[in-house]
């Protein structure tokens, strides 16, 4: 969406936001409050509620935006100095690491990419893969890489330290049957209102269900090292949300430890 656009839309929401929130007032009776008695989504509630859901939106499709741009240029300047940024490289290596832990996920042996993860990542992993996993066997199947987002980059002075974050666009049927019985525990797909546990199971063990998740990587003995995997990206929290004291304080840890904290990606 066109920057101008998006913009425009802010504007228009909020003066729409104002109007509604002058007429609610009037419907609802100056006795009563957005949360009062008064409430009710046949007035202008509903409207007000998805106003303020574009809003949101809206703000956070800038901020993505701004961020996806950032990424594209750090990566130009980085690949002037260091020709080991170039970005079909770097996605080959993605797709490489995404298909190598979901079949280590599946198998539940975290042995199976080890090679590819950071030391620490490795044990956070696979202590997540026991806690999850123990009597139950984690089905994926279906898996398709639908698309590649590079979000952030980070270079470092030589190889050692440098770090990257992609969104990974993906599709699969995902679901867990517990290892004794092979019946059925849990998907990934909700069950629907009024859906029958039978039409539910069906679904989840047949319909590949879309999703986003985020890689981060850092470099290592010259080698892209998996050192994070994040479900969200909260770029109103982590960017507009992170305080200047925080900020301080995690470039201050930085510089007195060896480890990297992988937030750092996301206050720029």
């Known amino acids: 969406m066109n920057k101008k656009i998006i913009f425009s839309l802010i504007i228009i929401s909020l003066f729409f936001t104002l109007y509604l929130w002058v007429d609610a007032r009037a419907w609802w009776g100056w006795g009563g409050g957005w949360w009062g008695s008064g409430w009710s989504w046949d007035g202008p509630g509903w409207a007000i509620t998805m106003v303020i859901m574009g809003l949101y939106y809206a703000i956070y499709e800038i901020r993505r935006r701004k961020m996806i741009s950032k990424a594209k240029k750090d990566l130009e300047d980085a690949l002037k100095e260091d020709s080991s940024w170039d970005i079909n490289s770097l996605e080959e290596e993605v797709k490489k690491i995404f298909f190598t832990y979901q079949e280590a ?6 042995n199976i990419i080890a090679p590819h993860m950071t030391k620490k990542y490795f044990k956070k992993a696979s202590r997540i893969l026991k806690t999850q996993l123990t009597g139950k066997v ?19 002075p030589g190889r050692d330290g440098d770090m990257f974050a992609m969104e990974i666009s993906a599709s699969m049927i995902d679901y867990t049957i517990d290892e004794t019985n092979h019946r059925f525990t849990w998907s990934t797909s909700s069950r629907r209102k009024n859906e029958s546990q039978n039409s539910y199971e069906s679904r989840a063990m047949n319909e590949a269900e879309a999703f986003k998740e985020y890689y981060i990587f850092i470099r290592h003995n010259g080698k892209w090292l998996l050192n994070n995997i994040k479900p969200k990206f909260s770029i109103i929290w982590d960017i ?4 200047e004291s925080n900020l301080r304080k995690i470039l201050k840890q930085e510089e007195s430890n060896n480890e990297v904290n992988d937030d750092m990606l996301y206050t720029d």
Do not use: P, Y
């Open 105 to 110: 996920w599946t198998k539940k042996d975290m």
């Open 138 to 156: 984690n089905i994926l199947e279906n898996i398709n890489l639908n698309k590649l987002t590079l979000m952030s980059v980070r270079d470092n």
């Open 240 to 243: 507009i949300g992170l305080s």
